[in-house]
């Protein structure tokens, strides 16, 4: 109970001798590990299925669509589900769905079975995420939960980093099918380690079910995921009815729903969460990196393919230090954060951040690829000591009975701010390449098409170093952060911690 100061509140399992921690670990690890991976695994087979079910872009596109969009509508009702269902039973059946919709997946006889096992697998892995971040803030205490997220970041990041280059290798030497014939006995024994190791944590409250709440988050954030996705193909500008419709009605339901869930006894999705300041600001700096990433992940092979020249390989491969070095960085990070606290990661970080930014937004067709590698790798570097760190601090401000709700809300933003910075960038981009277009001459020539998309990628990144900067300031409010209802006495902290 929020205020309660006594011991018991904060009795963690990690602290238990006769609870083995690494076995819990290893099993929540291991299904996050495959069930992130297909996440980008099947992106750059989309053109084998459109040849081998003779289907045109937009169609094959919701692989990639669906995808984010049943994450979004699942993440948030996952606040519920946590405290509806055991740890066991959330995480067996999640594994267990994400591992029939893969058999799916793999025996498809067409698209149209192909895509409804994707989207099965798409429930799985979006309730998965949040067992794993509540499991683990339960499982540890504030002063040990760096280095734990860290490895949750390295899960996070590295599995789609490899995912497109384990991709393109399957895809050639293998076959489409093979992205989830590969994946199959990992996940059957993520199923079985989970069923003989896995211990429950936390309790089972079983708060009463709000069927209008659902109704609304899932007319909320799939709308929003919808509208963005479609101005994010190419084929609907922000101005076509089918975009701003959809975003309209996701913001309306969202603003219905949070004024629902203040007047609940039992929310579906606590927007109490935001009252805690370390936790919004953590939760803004989550978006901040996430618009920094995808203004890079996107654009930049677009840049590179364009006026650079160079195949998809070979800025795919460009791109992969930075890729890596993220993912192994994070467990680095998250000790550092330990013992430093975040403001002595988060704002170097920061900082470094905005000036990669703003060198990004100084390349041409003239830019060496070794200044893009290192760009990428300082970018990368910075969100490894930004995001993690920023994710835990915040969530260790929560009190205990808020942390479903909180992880809810921060793992329902990544396929939401994957959506939005997906079509922003690309729409900015688009919109100053046909500005400058129109300006020429000759606007048919290779040379002013090379000089529009220059001019494009120049808006973008001075667009992204804006909002980095936003974040550098931000930053500079970040403290080290406890839960409200953390002992204060230097004797009961420590025998918490």
């Known amino acids: 109970m929020e205020g309660n100061h006594s011991k018991e509140t904060y009795e963690f399992l990690a602290d238990d001798p006769k609870f083995s921690v690494k076995p819990v670990m290893f099993s929540l690890i291991i299904g996050a590990f495959f069930a992130i991976l297909n996440e980008t695994l099947l992106n750059i087979a989309l053109t084998t299925l459109m040849g081998v079910f003779n289907i045109n872009p937009p169609t094959v ?14 993440i948030p009702v996952s606040a ?15 594994m267990s769905v994400f591992t029939l919709g893969t058999l799916i997946c793999a025996v498809a006889p067409t698209f149209t079975v192909l895509l409804a096992g994707r989207l099965i697998q798409a429930v799985g892995t979006g309730l998965l995420i949040p067992i794993i971040f509540n499991t683990f803030l339960l499982i540890f205490p504030p002063a040990r939960r760096g280095a ?14 490899i995912g497109p280059t384990l991709s393109g290798i399957i895809v050639e030497h293998l076959g489409w099918r093979y992205l989830f014939l590969t994946v199959i006995p990992f996940a059957l024994f993520s199923i079985l380690f989970g069923y003989k190791y896995l211990k429950n944590v936390g309790e089972v409250t079983k708060p009463k079910a709000d069927i209008f709440s659902i109704i609304l988050s899932t007319a909320g954030f799939g709308g929003i995921v919808l509208g963005f996705s479609f101005a994010g193909e190419g084929e609907a500008g922000f101005l076509e009815p089918q ?30 969460v935001f009252k805690y300041p370390m936790y919004s600001i953590a939760l803004v700096m989550f978006i901040i990196v996430m618009m920094s990433m ?13 006026p650079l020249a160079l195949t998809a390989a070979t800025a795919g491969l460009i791109l992969l230090p930075g890729a890596l070095l993220n993912g192994l960085m994070s467990p680095i990070m998250g000790k550092l954060f330990d013992k430093f606290g975040p403001r002595k990661l988060i704002i170097p970080a920061a900082a470094v951040l905005t000036a990669t930014m703003f060198s990004l937004s100084q390349i041409s067709e003239n830019t060496s690829i070794y200044v893009i590698i290192i760009s990428y790798m300082l970018l990368m570097l910075s969100v490894s000591a930004i995001m993690m760190p920023a994710q835990t601090n915040g969530l260790n401000q929560l009190p205990k009975r808020l942390y479903p ?30 500005a400058e277009l129109q300006q020429m001459g000759n606007p048919g020539t290779e040379q002013a098409m090379t000089q529009a998309t220059v001019a494009g990628v120049e808006l973008v990144y001075f667009v992204a170093f804006a909002v980095a900067f936003t974040g550098l300031i931000l ?23």
């Open 294 to 306: 995808f203004s890079s992940e996107i654009i930049l092979p677009m840049f590179m393919q364009g």
């Open 475 to 497: 930053a500079l409010f970040i403290r080290r952060a406890r839960p409200v209802d953390y002992p204060e006495n230097p004797a009961s902290r420590e025998a918490a911690d």
């Open 80 to 94: 519920f589900m946590l405290q509806t269902f055991t740890t066991r039973q959330m995480f067996l059946g999640t």
């Open 243 to 272: 975009v701003y419709s959809f975003i309209l009605v996701g913001i309306a339901a969202l603003i219905i729903f949070t004024r629902r869930q203040l007047k609940l006894e039992d929310p579906l999705l606590d927007v109490r």
């Open 61 to 74: 596109q919701w692989m990639v669509t669906g995808f984010m969009l049943i994450m979004g509508i699942l």
């Open 148 to 161: 734990v997220m860290g490895m949750i970041g390295l899960v996070i990041m590295f599995a789609p980093a």
């Open 405 to 434: 709700h909180g992880t809810a809300i921060m793992n329902t933003l990544q396929p939401v701010s994957g959506a939005i910075g997906v079509s922003v960038f690309i729409s900015i981009m688009t919109s100053k390449q046909e």
